[in-house]
């Protein structure tokens, strides 16, 4: 069965704290994997999309990896404003979705 | 990207009552995607409206408690239907991006049902 699953459920970090947000996934045919963020009363806020082991993708402070098996969200010095909840999404080659339910993160000033 | 309005925002509805929220893109789309974000948990597809045909429903989820419109390219609505407190989520809409590699979610309705 194909799921998704995220740790930890949630981090909070000093600002400047570098640290890393896991997804690992079970997937029958990966067509991708994505990385959103979702601010309390929004809808998600896409970020990246990953294709295949070894891609990595960088947004500021934000830089996103991929395996076989996990992908990885590192967070370089954040700052308050990256508090929020990172989601993780895969799609497999039938073109369904799979969420997890994601990390919500803390920056404190 | 595309950029996405939902309505209402929020509501709080009684048991036994029907909303309908409406999902508006600024741009024609081919795939609308309708979701259900419960607290806590991930994101649950609902169902996958194409302009023109019927909706697609995922398992646990069907036509009579859900109907869903697509009259055009630009919009599409939702109908929770006969709600119980069980339904109280937060619905999102959600379209595709280039190449159905991305989806784009609106800000989502927030409902309660007492």
């Known amino acids: 069965e194909d799921q998704v699953t995220q740790s930890p459920e949630a981090l909070r970090l000093q600002e400047g704290e570098s640290s890393s947000l896991n997804c690992s996934y079970t997937?029958?045919?990966?067509?991708?994997l994505f990385w959103y963020r979702q601010d309390p009363g929004k809808g998600p806020e896409f970020l990246f999309t990953?294709?295949?082991a070894g891609e990595e993708k960088e947004k500021e402070r934000l830089k996103a990896t991929l395996t076989k098996k996990e992908s990885f969200l590192h967070i370089t010095a954040p700052k308050p404003e990256d508090s929020a909840t990172y989601l993780c999404a895969v799609t497999n080659t039938g073109n369904q979705f799979y969420f997890g339910t994601g990390t919500s993160l803390t920056v404190i000033p | 990207s595309a950029v996405i309005s939902q309505k209402p925002s929020r509501d709080i509805c009684q048991r036994g009552t029907s909303l309908t929220i409406q999902c508006q893109v600024d741009s024609q789309v081919t795939m609308m995607f309708w979701y259900r974000q419960q607290p806590g948990q991930s994101l649950t597809l609902i169902a996958t409206?194409?302009?023109?045909?019927?909706?697609?429903?995922e398992s646990g989820f069907v036509i009579d408690k859900f109907p869903i419109s697509r009259p055009n390219l630009t919009f599409s609505t939702l109908t929770v239907s006969n709600m119980s407190p069980e339904d109280s989520s937060i619905y999102l809409c959600?379209?595709?991006?280039?190449?159905?590699?991305?989806?784009?979610f609106g800000p989502g309705t927030r409902l309660t049902v007492t």
């Open positions: 959600s379209v595709d991006g280039t190449g159905l590699d991305e989806q784009y």
């Open positions: 990953l294709y295949s």
């Open positions: 997937v029958s045919g990966l067509r991708g």
């Open positions: 409206a194409n302009q023109g045909s019927e909706a697609t429903y």
